[in-house]
């Protein structure tokens, strides 16, 4: 017997989740493919949040929901405007790793207001993206705590 209380067990195992084990496949988009082909693959996969890549599959920018909002109230043709124009786009990109804690990856969340994170794994080409972590990551974890009863 350990002498901890429940709630210092809890916030042991919590603190030591790791991204791989929790982190979702990610969903990309080429950096020319058009505002209108990333409007639909985001219904389609039903995401909130799209990474875009350069031919290496290396991260290249971000697309939110609002991205697209605010290109999709505007003037222009949907079909003729890529993404790489209207993405956040490297190096202004928060990433993590496959062996970040969890709960890091969820502070950078909160820390700089945005929805999810890709998790990316250094190559000689860049960051190949990997997986990504969101907020209903986040969410789907903060409830298997409560249905599980073995701690
Ligand atoms: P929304 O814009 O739909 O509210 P977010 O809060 O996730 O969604 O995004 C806010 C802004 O931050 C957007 O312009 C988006 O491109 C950018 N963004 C989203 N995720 C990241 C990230 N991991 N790193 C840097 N910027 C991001």
């Known amino acids: 017997f350990t002498g901890k209380t429940g709630s210092e067990l ?5 603190k030591k989740y790791k991204v791989h084990e929790f982190q979702h496949i990610p969903i990309v988009v080429k950096e020319n493919a058009s505002v209108y082909d990333a409007i639909s693959t985001m219904f389609l996969e039903d995401v909130g949040t799209l990474f875009v890549v350069d031919e290496n599959s290396c991260l290249t920018g971000v697309l ?6 605010r290109t999709a109230i505007g003037k222009q043709d949907l079909n003729t ?8 786009r490297m190096p202004n990109i928060t990433v993590c790793r496959k062996d970040d804690l969890l709960y890091e990856v969820a502070k950078k969340l909160i820390d700089k207001q945005i929805d999810g994170l890709p998790v990316v794994k250094e190559t000689d080409r860049g960051h190949e993206v990997i997986g990504r972590v969101t907020k209903t990551t986040i969410t789907k974890v903060f409830v298997e705590l409560i249905t599980d009863d073995q701690l």
Do not use: F, N
């Open 81 to 88: 405007i890529p993404v790489h124009i209207i993405m956040t």
């Open 64 to 69: 939110s929901r609002k991205d697209l909002l």
């Open 10 to 14: 809890l916030t042991e195992k919590i």
